[in-house]
């Protein structure tokens, strides 16, 4: 038996083919989890792949790491299904804590009877202890209209589960309310589901919801379209718009799809786009933003989304605020102007054809032009090997869920689509 011989690493690459960043396990979950819209499929890799990468990495970094993980994605980066997948990890190791943490990542009603139906997806079998206590604790944060308004048809119901983790009501108030769960007789919520689908005239019941506060702002975004149809107030539509009353956890990119849906309602989106660009912290000295429009950025978020990760990459460089040059590359590497909202999006998108992910090229350009700081979002599937960067703060941000990737080493390296990246960069920054 022979020792003296060379042991060879295998070399990682992208998908395009560029030679690609060996990472820690914890850095391989981050990179799955927080760009997934679970289940959905992506340029290079089916949902499935990416679900069950989920699991693998999960299994292999300590169950503090995915606790923290879940809720994080959840409160901070607004994932719904995602988080839900790492707390099957947590459950099936169980341990104290655990019941905390499902407690803290469910955020919506729903999410109770989705971790269950998860759980449930290969056959029915027993909750374990800290699933009870997690899921029970979750059922006392709800109001009854949060309840009644997720309490939806479907193999697994919220009185299921309330049955089955012996949830404890914690007066007689909502003890009251536990049984109108049980009895299925929750006052019916006021929403324009319900309003819609009870047959109400569209225009007054979209105008009552609005003018009452009951609607919320990813459902006025989504209903935009509906609204114009039914020939709402759009003045009344407008406000509603501006108020931006419960967007915290609204993606970036809603705004755009929001836009698409009603053109003539975009520079009131864009409006109320921009404000929440004006409240964010300004970046000091000199940005170069590089973002990538290459053909796998061009793939829909989701199967029933017309927005595409090239939407949410020109949404968060469209929100950047500061002293900016901006690029994009594809094939090439060509200069846009760094216009804030809509236009932003729609400087970036229309800038060049969506081919190839020459960013190995387009690093070693910028990196001969004077900055104090690099940005680059994109899915990190280059072609051409990167390059370090010159500047002395660079950071990749992933808006993929792919195995592998190169925005490691020199740069700082960010996971997701959300505003929440760019809250980290200012965060990041402050502390040093």
């Given amino acids: 038996m022979r020792l003296n011989i060379a042991s060879r690493i295998p070399v990682r690459r992208t998908h395009e083919g560029a030679p690609a960043k060996h990472i820690s396990a914890e850095a391989a979950l981050r990179r799955s989890v927080l760009s997934c819209l679970l289940w959905e499929n992506e340029f290079y890799e089916d949902g499935q792949h990416i679900a069950d990468r989920i699991i693998e990495h999960a299994a292999a970094v300590d169950r503090e790491t995915v606790s923290a993980l879940a809720v994080e994605a959840r409160t901070v980066y607004g994932l719904r299904h995602a988080p839900l997948m790492l707390l099957l990890d947590l459950i099936r190791r169980g341990g104290p804590g655990v019941a905390d943490t499902i407690a803290e990542t469910i955020r919506r009603a729903d999410e109770i009877t989705e971790l269950v139906a998860l759980y449930w997806r290969d056959g029915k079998r027993p909750l374990s202890k800290q699933m009870k206590l997690g899921l029970a604790k979750a059922f006392g944060k709800f109001s009854e209209y949060q309840l009644a308004k997720y309490d939806r048809e479907g193999p697994v119901r919220l009185r299921d589960v309330m049955f089955l983790t012996h949830a404890k009501p914690r007066d007689a108030e909502q003890a009251a309310l536990f049984m109108r769960v049980a009895d299925r007789s929750l006052k019916t919520p006021d929403t324009w589901e319900v309003a819609l689908s009870t047959g109400q005239d569209k225009k007054a ?25 039914a020939g709402c107030d759009l003045e009344l539509v407008k406000d509603a718009i501006v108020a931006r009353k419960g967007a915290d956890l609204v993606f970036p990119f809603r705004y755009v799809a929001a836009a ?52 949410a990459a020109a949404a968060l460089a469209s929100i950047l605020h500061g002293e900016l040059r901006l690029f994009t590359f594809s094939t090439d590497v060509v200069e846009v102007a760094p216009r804030r909202g809509m236009a932003g999006v729609d400087a970036v998108v229309q ?82």
């Fill in 260 to 311: 698409r849906a009603a053109p003539q309602l975009e520079p009131v989106i864009d409006q109320a786009l921009c404000e929440a660009i004006a409240s964010a912290p300004r970046l000091t000295g000199r940005t170069i933003v590089l973002v990538d429009v290459s053909g796998s950025m061009n793939c829909r978020l989701s199967g029933r989304s017309d927005l595409t990760r090239m939407d």
């Fill in 205 to 229: 019941s979209f105008e009552r919801l609005l003018r009452e506060g009951k609607l919320g702002y990813l459902a006025l975004l989504r209903n935009l379209r509906n609204m114009v149809e």
């Fill in 351 to 432: 800038s060049q054809p969506h081919l190839g992910t020459r960013l190995g090229a387009a690093v070693k350009k910028v990196n001969r032009l004077p900055h104090d700081r690099l940005i680059v979002i994109t899915d990190e599937q280059s072609h051409d090997a990167v390059p370090d960067p010159k500047a002395g703060r660079a950071y990749m941000i992933n808006v993929g869920s792919y195995r592998n990737g190169v925005g490691y080493g020199r740069w700082t390296h960010i996971d997701g689509f959300s505003e929440a990246v760019i809250r980290f960069i200012t965060e990041v920054e402050n502390d040093r």
